[in-house]
């Protein structure tokens, strides 16, 4: 996974088999990573649309008791 780009604590870098996937870069701070798509920029976020009705249950019950 070659390393692309190194600001401050961000690393941004590619995995080999992502190959068949559309343009996009990881991006790690500390122990955190995170993907981006490139074109157009936007986080990839299939997981939290998936699961979105479960995460706002849960956010609800968390802020709204």
Known sequence: MPTVLRIGPYRFFFYAGDR???PHVHVECGSDT????????RL???I???NQILLRRNWDEYFEG
């Open 20 to 22: 068949e996937e559309p």
């Open 34 to 41: 995170a993907k981006f798509w490139l074109e157009p920029v």
């Open 44 to 46: 990839a976020q299939s």
């Open 48 to 50: 939290v649309e998936e």
